[in-house]
DNA sequence: TTGAAAGCGATACCAT
DNA sequence: ATGGTATCGCTTTCAA
């Protein structure tokens, strides 16, 4: 019996535990548990057996003190409730798994000391790299605040990924993983357009959001294109809610606004704004279009499907992991410090929502 | 200079590091930070202002190792994509976060194989608690699977917590929050019945998944209790999808079942249901009513808003944290390997979805 | 192939 | 109030 512990049940077991109960060392333990090293058959069997019956498992923090360790990668997300997280954050997730790595998660709610609490948290967990997911709201800060970020996580031998917004300014050491976000408004706008619509409600979001900003900026340019005039009194920012869409489509209805059709800046934003036209006796797509922006399941379960921009949320996910990884193992041909950034495809999927313009009454 | 780094840039830097350059011990250093311990205003200075310079945090690593270290809760989940699931885990995210308190997640795509190495892997990181969610298939080797994980994770000092799924069976160190899915069900289809309506088309999702076998019990309860006939026939079963209910109304409308009524297993299938009907020319709810159940965003989503039943997804989460909280701190009067059983209420949410049945014709 | 021992970075006990 | 140091559990040279 060993004079520590009376009689192996108090915690959890150790390696030294596993060693002495297998007549080996510690050493050896370790070499069979890595497997990365050779060992004799027999010296396997001896402690996988001994592993089984304490049901033991190695100390991940001692693990990752010593040298070894699960890379982990952190997901940070506004609002963990958005199906366009949920798609990024499975991408993410299932490379992370792929690898054996592991995902930590963290919500900051928009607010940015919870943001940088967690980034430093996650600096301390010592993770591969900070993946911020979604568009952000572009303040005069922000590109200080994430330039920061960046240099701690790469002093750290850590990686910031920005997932859903545009890159940082100037030589910052961050990775990339855009869409195309203003290519998408584009078609989409250009879509209700080459249809015939003329008097668009836009509904793009928030005004500081850079989501939003692209959004607006493919519309316009669109419109541009067919040299239809931007009215800016069409133009109804607001937040990426049902309730948003619903209220916009409500107030521009009752200020007697002229619109054909709804260019919604989300899905659900055009959920609302479709419940809205509805609760109005309008009939969609018959009397009013709509068209929303990201393609998430809600898009198809619509009456009418909606018509959408696709984004390939999922696969961003995946992208930013392989970015990640990639720059790991000091990526091909790649300064350090280096910032990547990768922009993703967007296009248009064709559903029931548009309808040409019913004829002027 | 010190010998071994040319000079401070060498990786990370260390609380050695810290300890040299503001000319203190370590032990110093560790106790400003920790702030547990009484220090002099003046060494709080010095050490804080190296601990800004170097842009120092501590190794959560190290941290764990020594006897401190930032508790962690690790999320199970089939997967990362359901809404239900996003609010059980901001429930828990959040009440995590308030604690300051870690969050891992984890998809186990419904893979045995990947719910055992994910567990271990949690074991692995010492995480304070293992929480599993979501309904679960109840097959015989279920029981002794999850024992077996609440009795590795318990003598590890862990904890295992089942939410959304009954309580385990026999003495297991377990803690389950569920909800009173049979009610709800109850409650739902005693709705429909009060209605008028007696050829109700059930959708209860797959026949091994214990939240459909609960929903269905409750549904068949209500029947019982409205002297109705519970028709076998009427019944399909299926995954909790869109495509499950949009195909099940279709072959159900092909097949030449009569019904007035879908009493759909969760909102997502109600949605799918919708469709269909809709496909098929049949209006809701005027030709046909239409209930869900969870109530997610997506049911006061959906044209015309569904009646569903309410379940407290993101208290679930919020309540299976403190349970584990509480579990840690040694919850009061409460023996060490106990299970404990919380259940939460459910409550039907009438919209617009139900109209009592049309005249035969 | 296997074992002994030196760290990894922090904490906390024991001195001072 | 502050400093020295054993220790946490594991990996990894260095020897044998």
Do not use: C
Request: glycine share 12%; net charge neutral.
């Amino acid at each position: 019996m060993s004079q520590r512990k009376a009689s192996g049940d108090a915690g959890r077991a150790t390696i030294r535990d596993v060693a002495e109960r297998a007549g080996v060392s510690v050493a050896s333990v370790s070499r069979v548990l890595s497997g990365n090293y050779p060992v004799s058959e027999e010296l396997r069997r001896r402690v996988m057996k001994v592993v089984g019956d304490l049901d033991y498992v190695t100390n991940a923090h001692a693990r990752s003190l010593a040298g070894g360790g699960t890379p982990t990668v952190a997901i940070l997300i506004n609002d963990i409730t958005g199906a366009a997280f949920a798609h990024v954050a499975r991408g993410v997730e299932g490379a992370a798994t792929l690898r054996g790595w592991l995902s930590l998660v963290g919500t900051t709610g928009d607010d940015p000391e919870r943001e940088l609490a967690l980034v430093n948290m996650m600096r301390q967990q010592g993770v591969a790299a900070v993946v911020l997911l979604g568009g952000a709201y572009d303040y005069d800060e922000y590109q200080l605040r994430m330039a920061r970020f960046a240099r701690s996580l790469d002093a750290a031998g850590s990686q910031l990924v920005l997932v859903g917004r545009p890159p940082l300014e100037g030589d910052v050491p961050a990775t990339t993983v855009d869409y195309d976000n203003e290519g998408g408004a584009y078609a989409m706008a250009s879509h209700l357009l080459s249809a015939g619509h003329r008097k668009v409600l836009v509904l793009p979001g928030h005004a500081e959001l850079t989501t939003a900003q692209g959004r607006l900026r493919g519309a316009r340019r669109a419109f541009e294109a067919y040299g239809v005039p931007f009215e800016p009194s069409m133009v109804r920012h607001g937040f990426y809610d049902y309730e948003h869409g619903y209220d916009a489509v409500q107030e521009s209805l009752r200020d007697g606004l002229d619109f054909t059709a709804v260019l919604a800046g989300t899905d659900v934003v055009a959920a609302g704004a479709m419940q809205a036209l509805r609760a109005a006796g309008l009939r969609v797509p018959e009397d009013v279009s709509i068209v929303g922006y990201d393609d998430i399941p809600l898009a198809s379960q619509l009456t009418p499907q909606l018509t959408t921009v696709h984004v390939p949320y999922e696969e961003m996910g995946r992208v930013a992991l392989r970015a990640v990884a990639d720059r790991r193992e000091g990526g091909p041909g790649r300064r350090k410090g280096d910032g990547d950034h990768l922009v993703l495809g967007t296009h248009v999927v064709v559903r029931n929502s548009v309808r040409p313009p019913a004829p002027r009454v």
